[in-house]
């Protein structure tokens, strides 16, 4: 009984005692003393007789409420077993060994076992596992038990058909933990065991996409990169092992998607894979790159030539048509090869290597292929100082232009001008245009810089034709990558309005290659040039493949024999061509310029041969704005109407 009850009692009795005493003394003349004490003892008494009927009503009272609580806990963990989807276990590891195990229904069903197959032990459950898995199970378990390790495994199970699901393995995550006594010793252990197969697939997918390409199928340059890391670190370790990257890349692959179409394209890439998994025997040695741009690891190398053949063959298959839509489609490859073995600080330097070479075999004309040497590695740095200073030129002002005058042979009179742009580098000086007029091209900086030449050159021709060049016609080129993602004609509007440049002393001059690739989308834009009055002309004629029904649908003025060719005159092979582009023109009614005249045998040849303009060194260098008003305009007439 507790204190605070005991206390009520005692005070119950207390004042019953004192009650009767003053009953006492109203009916009895007996002593006070004596009456006090009678209460006194009858209040002990009472408390005597009724403290054990209170401790009983008080204990009756306090399991009624630890029944209610376990009842409640019991069903609470009742409710959790049945709601969880993981399936429970528990087992008593007081004797010493697994003991027996409680096994729950959802248990069973995610096993796909009725209830109480499982037993009361692990044993149903280990022979359910792949063996392999087992011997982990056992492990993990057994580490969890003697040395306290997390208890955490995943295991695979094959499980048994149960009439609506279907049998086979599937994954599964078991987890637990063991309680022990103060001593240390075992007692109990419980856990769950839960069905990732779903988990499992997922990670796997994520995996997969992580290092594949969705197009293809074959690895992409994530995994390439680690696999390259390990080829590094095992030819560190056996310094007789050799490898190499070959790196293949579609020649013209863009053509394809610009003239067939994306969809096409993708198909092309597609043979590729298979085409070079037939090569090397299967995809686990390939990778996808780039846009179009494959990588061959070439492993155990015994010497060079294992990894040429690997090349040479590929260069085979890729010979055969590639049939899109009912037509033939002929593609070459560009190759770059290294091998391991070069000092290396980082494995993806190899790869820069084989970039490298691929970069030096791409100019070759395509079907190409060129081993990494070392020099290369300079002229790639070098390529990338120039990249960087090209794309902060035009900002700094390091870019000019000089005009190569052209000069109409049948009045002797000035005709007009060449645009060529002019690049000043810093500690450099001035550099040719071959050099850097190529990596404008590749980095994009041609659209920005292409744009500034022609708005400049407008600029400069307006001024020129107010000083009474009243006939004079500026050439100015338009690139490839210029038709390919500029609107030229919305280009050359904005150059005439800004500059208030007459749309007939211009001329946008464009490369045959680049008159050759989607014609009918340059058929387009040429005719809305002329539509605006701007003359047209086909630029290095004679170095592609244009006939004369594929000419005759050009809406052009203009002819302009290459230089290569006139260099060459009057020798018999050049004669020959220059005769027959100058047939072509003439039967199209085009007018003829001839570029890169240095001699009077040269322009002794082309004039008696009906050419029209003489552009070259014989007749002026390209000359910067003073230095044509001082010696240029001087000298010529104006030439008239044309």
Same mark, same amino acid.
């Given at each position: 009984?507790?204190?605070?009850?005991?206390?009520?009692?005692?005070?119950?009795?207390?004042?019953?005692?004192?009650?009767?005493?003053?009953?006492?003394?109203?009916?009895?003349?007996?002593?006070?003393?004596?009456?006090?004490?009678?209460?006194?003892?009858?209040?002990?008494?009472?408390?005597?007789?009724?403290?054990?009927?209170? $401790?009983?009503?008080?204990?009756? @009272?306090?399991?009624?409420?630890?029944? +209610?609580?376990? !009842? #409640? &806990?019991? *069903?609470?963990?009742?409710?959790?077993?049945?709601?969880?989807?993981?399936?429970?276990?528990?087992?008593?590891?007081?004797?010493?060994?697994?003991?027996?195990?409680?096994?729950?229904?959802?248990?069973?069903?995610?096993?796909?076992?009725?209830?109480?197959?499982?037993?009361?032990?692990?044993?149903?459950?280990?022979?359910?596992?792949?063996?392999?898995?087992?011997?982990?199970?056992?492990?993990?378990?057994?580490?969890?038990?003697?040395?306290?390790?997390?208890?955490?495994?995943?295991?695979?199970?094959?499980?048994?058909?149960?009439?609506?699901?279907?049998?086979?393995?599937?994954?599964?995550?078991?987890?637990?933990?063991?309680?022990?006594?103060?001593?240390?010793?075992?007692? $109990?252990?419980?856990?769950?065991? @839960?069905?990732?197969?779903?988990?499992? +697939?997922?990670? !796997? #997918? &994520?995996? *997969?996409?992580?290092?594949?390409?969705?197009?293809?199928?074959?690895?992409?340059?994530?995994?390439?990169?680690?696999?390259?890391?390990?080829?590094?670190?095992?030819?560190?370790?056996?310094?007789?092992?050799?490898?190499?990257?070959?790196?293949?890349?579609?020649?013209?692959?863009?053509?394809?998607?610009?003239?067939?179409?994306?969809?096409?394209?993708?198909?092309?890439?597609?043979?590729?894979?298979?085409?070079?998994?037939?090569?090397?025997?299967?995809?686990?040695?390939?990778?996808?790159?780039?846009?179009?741009?494959?990588?061959?690891?070439?492993?155990?190398?015994?010497?060079?030539?294992?990894?040429?053949?690997?090349?040479?063959?590929?260069?085979?298959?890729?010979?055969?048509?590639?049939?899109?839509?009912?037509?033939?489609?002929?593609?070459?490859?560009?190759?770059?090869?290294?091998?391991?073995?070069?000092?290396?600080?980082?494995?993806?330097?190899?790869?820069?290597?084989?970039?490298?070479?691929?970069?030096?075999?791409?100019?070759?004309?395509?079907?190409?292929?060129?081993?990494?040497?070392?020099?290369?590695?300079?002229?790639?740095?070098?390529?990338?100082?120039?990249?960087?200073?090209?794309?902060?030129?035009?900002?700094?002002?390091?870019?000019?232009?000089?005009?190569?005058?052209?000069?109409?042979?049948?009045?002797?009179?000035?005709?007009?001008?060449?645009?060529?742009?002019?690049?000043?580098?810093?500690?450099?000086?001035?550099?040719?245009?071959?050099?850097?007029?190529?990596?404008?091209?590749?980095?994009?900086?041609?659209?920005?810089?292409?744009?500034?030449?022609?708005?400049?050159?407008?600029?400069?021709?307006?001024?020129?034709?107010?000083?009474?060049?009243?006939?004079?016609?500026?050439?100015?080129?338009?690139?490839?990558?210029?038709?390919?993602?500029?609107?030229?004609?919305?280009?050359?509007?904005?150059?005439?309005?800004?500059?208030?440049?007459?749309?007939?002393?211009?001329?946008?001059?464009?490369?045959?290659?680049?008159?050759?690739?989607?014609?009918?989308?340059?058929?387009?834009?040429?005719?809305?040039?002329?539509?605006?009055?701007?003359?047209?002309?086909?630029?290095?004629?004679?170095?592609?493949?244009?006939?004369?029904?594929?000419?005759?649908?050009?809406?052009?003025?203009?002819?302009?024999?290459?230089?290569?060719?006139?260099?060459?005159?009057?020798?018999?092979?050049?004669?020959?061509?220059?005769?027959?582009?100058?047939?072509?023109?003439?039967?199209?009614?085009?007018?003829?310029?001839?570029?890169?005249?240095?001699?009077?045998?040269?322009?002794?040849?082309?004039?008696?041969?009906?050419?029209?303009?003489?552009?070259?060194?014989?007749?002026?260098?390209?000359?910067?704005?003073?230095?044509?008003?001082?010696?240029?305009?001087?000298?010529?007439?104006?030439?008239?109407?044309?």
């Amino acid at each position: 009984m507790s204190g605070k009850r005991f206390a009520q009692l005692l005070l119950i009795g207390v004042g019953l005692a004192v009650l009767a005493w003053i009953v006492g003394l109203l009916v009895d003349e007996r002593s006070p003393f004596w009456l006090l004490l009678t209460g006194i003892a009858y209040a002990v008494g009472l408390v005597a007789v009724y403290q054990p009927w209170l $401790r009983r009503q008080e204990t009756n @009272a306090l399991n009624a409420a630890e029944r +209610a609580a376990a !009842e #409640e &806990l019991q *069903h609470r963990l009742e409710l959790v077993i049945d709601g969880n989807n993981d399936g429970i276990w528990d087992c008593d590891l007081s004797s010493g060994d697994e003991g027996d195990v409680f096994w729950s229904d959802r248990a069973h069903a995610l096993l796909h076992l009725g209830q109480g197959e499982l037993g009361n032990s692990f044993d149903v459950l280990r022979r359910m596992m792949l063996p392999e898995d087992r011997d982990e199970f056992n492990k993990a378990l057994r580490r969890h038990l003697m040395y306290r390790d997390p208890f955490n495994v995943e295991v695979r199970i094959e499980v048994p058909a149960d009439g609506t699901r279907p049998g086979g393995v599937r994954h599964f995550r078991i987890c637990g933990k063991a309680k022990r006594g103060e001593d240390g010793g075992l007692m $109990r252990m419980a856990g769950s065991i @839960a069905d990732i197969t779903d988990r499992k +697939a997922k990670e !796997e #997918e &994520l995996l *997969h996409n992580a290092n594949h390409d969705g197009l293809t199928g074959l690895h992409n340059r994530d995994w390439l990169m680690r696999a390259v890391a390990k080829l590094e670190e095992l030819s560190v370790r056996r310094t007789d092992y050799v490898y190499a990257v070959l790196l293949v890349n579609i020649d013209h692959f863009k053509q394809v998607n610009d003239n067939i179409g994306i969809v096409q394209g993708d198909d092309v890439l597609r043979q590729s894979a298979k085409r070079l998994a037939e090569v090397v025997g299967s995809e686990d040695d390939l990778a996808r790159v780039g846009s179009d741009e494959f990588a061959v690891l070439i492993r155990g190398i015994r010497q060079s030539g294992d990894a040429t053949h690997v090349a040479e063959s590929i260069r085979d298959v890729f010979s055969a048509p590639f049939e899109l839509e009912n037509r033939d489609v002929y593609l070459t490859v560009s190759m770059g090869l290294v091998f391991s073995g070069d000092e290396r600080e980082r494995p993806e330097s190899i790869l820069q290597d084989a970039n490298s070479a691929l970069s030096q075999a791409k100019p070759l004309g395509g079907g190409r292929l060129v081993t990494f040497r070392p020099s290369m590695r300079e002229r790639e740095r070098s390529r990338y100082r120039m990249m960087r200073d090209l794309r902060t030129a035009l900002d700094d002002g390091r870019f000019y232009i000089c005009y190569q005058p052209q000069i109409d042979v049948r009045q002797n009179a000035l005709a007009g001008f060449e645009a060529l742009l002019r690049w000043n580098r810093p500690d450099c000086g001035d550099v040719l245009p071959t050099q850097f007029v190529p990596v404008l091209e590749e980095t994009g900086e041609i659209l920005r810089v292409g744009e500034w030449v022609l708005q400049e050159s407008c600029r400069q021709a307006k001024a020129w034709v107010d000083a009474g060049q009243r006939n004079l016609v500026m050439s100015v080129n338009v690139s490839a990558p210029q038709f390919d993602h500029v609107d030229v004609v919305a280009m050359v509007e904005r150059a005439l309005r800004d500059s208030g440049l007459a749309a007939r002393h211009l001329k946008i001059e464009l490369t045959e290659s680049v008159a050759m690739k989607e014609v009918e989308r340059v058929i387009a834009t040429l005719n809305r040039l002329r539509a605006l009055g701007v003359a047209v002309a086909i630029d290095d004629f004679g170095t592609g493949y244009s006939s004369l029904s594929y000419l005759k649908r050009y809406p052009i003025n203009e002819l302009k024999i290459d230089k290569s060719f006139v260099s060459d005159l009057p020798t018999a092979d050049s004669k020959a061509i220059v005769d027959t582009i100058i047939s072509m023109a003439r039967s199209l009614s085009l007018e003829i310029v001839a570029e890169g005249v240095e001699t009077e045998q040269q322009l002794s040849y082309l004039r008696s041969n009906g050419v029209d303009l003489i552009q070259g060194f014989y007749y002026g260098i390209p000359m910067r704005p003073a230095d044509v008003e001082a010696n240029v305009f001087p000298k010529w007439t104006p030439a008239g109407p044309r």
